[in-house]
């Protein structure tokens, strides 16, 4: 049995052992669990300053880049509008080059009308002199023209007036030409009137 009387067994640096443990050395003074944080608040502010810092330069990016994009919206804008401008006058002097071609012809003629007794060899002359300069203005600006005798009857370029029998043409070609007809960048702005072989 166990003496409850008895003094707990020293340890081996003689310290007792148990329950009852020894008063702190004089001179000492115990260290607080939490002496306020020192450590943890400095760290608190420096995170808090930071994240104000990275703030600061997100909203000046933001700025930055909301003022390139209304930049970017005006220069738009300012195209748009110029990109019309240019838009309507292609279209309201669109024919600009041609008529400037077209002013030798009308030159022509007009000097042709003051002679005062002209010949016929020199009517003659003058109209081949104008319809020189028209066949230029012409090929300026790729107005072609469509004399299609002997060619294969087209549709899509040529306009029928008449079936004709014809031994020498092949059936289904162009014998006569009534009216030229004329391409403008290969596109035809007018048929050429024709007659064409007809038979079997």
Same mark, same amino acid.
């Given at each position: 049995m166990t003496d409850p009387n008895a003094r707990p067994e020293a340890g081996p640096q003689g310290r007792t052992q148990g329950a009852d443990a020894p008063p702190p050395e004089a001179g000492t003074t115990p260290v607080a669990a939490d002496a306020g944080h020192p450590v943890a608040d400095?760290?608190?502010?420096?995170?808090?300053?930071? =994240?104000?810092?990275?703030?600061?330069?997100t909203e000046s990016r933001a700025a930055?880049?909301?003022? =390139?994009?209304?930049?970017?919206?005006?220069? =738009?804008?300012?195209?748009r509008k110029r990109g019309?401008?240019?838009?309507?006058a292609a279209h309201k002097y669109a024919i600009e080059g041609f008529a400037e071609s077209?002013? #030798?012809?009308?030159d022509s003629l007009e000097m042709a009308l003051k002679v005062e007794a002209p010949t016929v060899e020199n009517l003659r002359e003058g109209v081949e002199a104008t319809l020189r300069l028209l066949a230029t203005?012409?090929?300026?600006?790729?107005?072609?023209?469509?004399? #299609?005798?002997?060619?294969?009857f087209d549709p899509n370029r040529?306009?029928?007036?008449? =079936?004709? #029998?014809?031994?020498?043409? #092949?059936?289904?070609?162009?014998v006569s030409v009534l009216q030229k007809g004329y391409l403008i960048n290969d596109r035809v702005l007018r048929p050429a009137l024709v007659?064409?072989?007809?038979?079997a």
């Open positions: 400095e760290a608190g502010e420096g995170a808090e300053a930071t =994240m104000e810092q990275r703030l600061v330069e930055e880049y909301h003022e =390139m994009a209304l930049r970017a919206r005006a220069e =738009m804008e300012n195209l019309q401008l240019d838009v309507a077209l002013l #030798p012809v009308r203005a012409f090929d300026k600006h790729k107005l072609l023209a469509i004399d #299609p005798v002997g060619e294969k040529h306009q029928a007036i008449s =079936m004709v #029998p014809a031994g020498d043409v #092949p059936v289904n070609h162009v007659t064409v072989r007809g038979g």
